[in-house]
């Protein structure tokens, strides 16, 4: 081999090698302050296609959000290969961006050795030195690598930081009521707010409330009745809309006073009227083997299940007995770090509404105390 080919494969080396920069992550399963899920998992690969100076790829995936990668120009690309594949429906960002400017992120999953579009084109508005910015939702999937493509447009390429994770549903429950619609929704964990958004036509939600990131319940007033309204909960981080819900619907109706049952027992003019002193099956009397008050007496299958939330909001649920073990067992086991971190609760015949059922969701972590009173 004469020298010029051996010179020409040196340098053929070296531009390969920097374009790589392969580098394993400095962490497995750890999160990174202020940011949500996790960093990329120990033994990821990561590589660019411009680096200027020694902003290299892995300081984009070191968990240090005061190291970056920096491209050379305005557009380029950094790709993560992990060890495995990885289950995600969302990325975030930590950046610099002094003075402010928009950037624009296209995201792609590796699925079977090819790079398949999962977000994007998504502008994020950047501003601030190690800034951690709005995640960007993707497609959920499992994927063996996660490319980035940067246009900086006014500004260089650069990230600082990445994460990973599953953003947690919301799941949305409507009741009628005269007038008006009680909403009760599953909370998650990184949201600043919610907005909820609600119309007539499904799909179509011309009004909004924004509520609190405390709150996991609203009822919305000053309906019309007879009206069916469509809703929709979306959980708000960092200014951006994150988490959306599922959509819950009702219909207001204004609540009728039932007449007054003519068989009522303290109709002065029933017979059967148990404060009657001559009445034989009087249950205020001491002799009556099945007064109700006697102590031998059993205490029944149901109980009123009263769970208050750290907010302070008090839900009351008629349940059998089974169930309230169910919930006992649910918490004593989460309380001991096993377990979902929510627990559905039957609302049986408090069923109001065109649904075939209803499915109250208590959180863990939002359960102050709760209470059992058998009967």
């Known amino acids: 081999m004469n020298k010029k080919m051996l010179s020409f494969l040196l340098v053929l080396c070296l531009t390969l090698s920097l374009f790589s920069q392969t580098v394993a992550a400095s962490s497995t399963g750890k999160t990174v302050e202020g940011m949500m899920g996790f960093a990329a998992p120990e033994g990821t690969l990561a590589t660019a296609d411009s680096i200027y100076s020694s902003f290299h790829p892995k300081n984009a995936i070191d968990g240090d959000i005061k190291t970056r990668w920096n491209a050379v120009g305005s557009k380029a690309s950094i790709e993560l290969i992990f060890p495995g594949p990885l289950d995600l429906n969302f990325v975030q960002f930590a950046t610099n961006a002094t003075p402010a400017v928009a950037v624009e992120y296209t995201i792609f999953g590796k699925v079977n ?88 036509e499904s799909g179509k939600y011309t009004e909004s409330i924004t509520v609190s990131n405390i709150d996991n319940a609203y009822t919305v007033p000053n309906l019309t009745n007879g009206t069916t309204y469509y809703f929709q909960v979306i959980s708000i981080v960092k200014g951006r809309e994150f988490v959306v819900s599922n959509e819950a619907s009702a219909t207001p109706n204004k609540e009728t006073t039932e007449p007054t049952d003519p068989t009522n027992p303290t109709d002065p003019t029933n017979p059967t009227d148990p404060t009657d002193p001559t009445d034989p099956t009087d249950p205020t009397d001491p002799t009556n083997p099945t007064d109700p008050t006697d102590p031998t007496d059993p205490t029944g299958d149901r109980a009123i299940l009263t769970v208050t939330m750290v907010n302070g909001l008090e839900k009351e649920y008629d349940l059998p007995m089974s169930d309230i073990n169910s919930f006992i067992k649910w918490y004593d086991a989460k309380d001991a770090g096993a377990g979902p971190s929510k627990f559905g609760i039957n609302k049986y015949g408090n069923n109001k509404g065109p649904f075939k059922s209803r499915i109250d969701y208590v959180i863990f972590k939002n359960i102050l105390t709760f209470q059992v009173d058998a009967y």
């Open 113 to 200: 050795d090819e790079w398949v579009k999962v977000g994007g084109p998504t502008t994020l508005n950047l501003e601030g030195t190690n800034s951690i910015n709005p995640p960007i939702s993707v497609i959920r999937g499992s994927y063996s690598g996660i490319k980035i493509d940067v246009n900086g447009k006014s500004s260089w390429a650069a990230i600082n930081e990445l994460t990973f994770g599953i953003a947690e549903s919301i799941d949305l429950t409507a009741k009628a009521g005269d007038s008006q619609v009680a909403l009760n929704w599953t909370p998650t964990t990184y949201s600043d707010q919610y907005i909820i958004k609600y119309g007539t």
